[in-house]
């Protein structure tokens, strides 16, 4: 049985927006049973670490891989509802790729997944650090950047430096099949393995994070197509972290 725990990572650099900023971001860990073959490091746009989220994380890790979530939300107050993006989600996914390269995995064996707005974030991570290998559920600011300072996806994405997998339902009404189109177009022209799944019929739900449990009718199509994602997203990984 892997095991979870929770840990600190130092910040390389002060974040923004406080007078006196942490110098640390809370982790939320799962560790393999044996040796870790890599790192990936889920960012998430949830407040809460929901089960679904867990379960996730420790099948990463009963794959092999020490499986590490910063708190992204660690800024800001309890009850606030402020979006994170931008320059602190990056310096966490530093601060957590950092913690995983003290430990022993090196860089490009350290892969990151994530969910929403820091699926965006993923790409733009694979496209600027040493990672391995990128996966991205759901990412938004295909067209249009999602902050000030930050390119759109379609132009980021020829600038890929890991393999990406991203991952997109249909009838999200946040990332149409006509810009997911056009992002699938951008991606060919990168050099590095692309790969863009629809799933037809799956709605992505923004009150939950879009983790992929294995549980439910195996005969609905969406609990097929999250079956399927998270068969790909482990995969992808399987792949390209060596």
């Known amino acids: 049985m892997s095991g979870i725990f929770t840990d600190r990572a130092v910040l390389r650099s002060p974040g923004e927006h406080s007078d006196e ?46 499986t590490v979530a910063p708190h992204l939300f660690h800024r800001e107050p309890l009850h606030s509802t402020a979006e994170v993006f931008g320059d602190n989600l990056f310096a966490d996914f530093d601060a957590a790729f950092d913690w995983l390269t003290g430990r022993g995995v090196y860089a490009d064996c350290v892969g990151v997944l994530g969910f929403d707005d820091a699926g965006t974030a993923a790409l733009l991570v694979a496209t600027s650090r040493p990672v391995g290998a990128a996966v991205s559920v759901s990412a938004r600011g295909i067209l249009q950047p999602l902050a000030e300072g930050a390119p759109a996806l379609v132009d980021a994405a020829p600038k890929l430096q890991a393999p990406w997998l991203g991952l997109y339902g249909e009838d999200d009404p946040g990332t149409p099949p006509e810009e997911v189109e056009r992002l699938r177009d951008a991606i060919a022209r990168a050099e590095v393995a692309t790969l863009v799944v629809s799933y037809s019929g799956l709605e992505h739900r923004a009150d939950e994070p879009p983790a992929f449990p294995a549980n439910g009718d195996d005969n609905d199509p969406a609990a097929q197509a999250m079956m399927d994602a998270q068969r790909r997203i482990f995969d992808w990984f399987d792949g390209n972290l060596r």
């Not at 560790?31 to 998430?44: K, M, N």
């Not at 089960?51 to 020490?66: F, I, N, P, Q, V």
């Open 21 to 66: 900023p942490p110098v640390h971001v809370p982790l939320t860990a799962v560790e393999p049973d044996g040796p870790a073959r890599g790192g990936i490091v889920v960012l998430h746009e949830s407040r809460e670490f929901t089960d679904a989220l867990l379960d996730l994380m420790r099948s990463l890790a009963a794959e092999g891989w020490l």
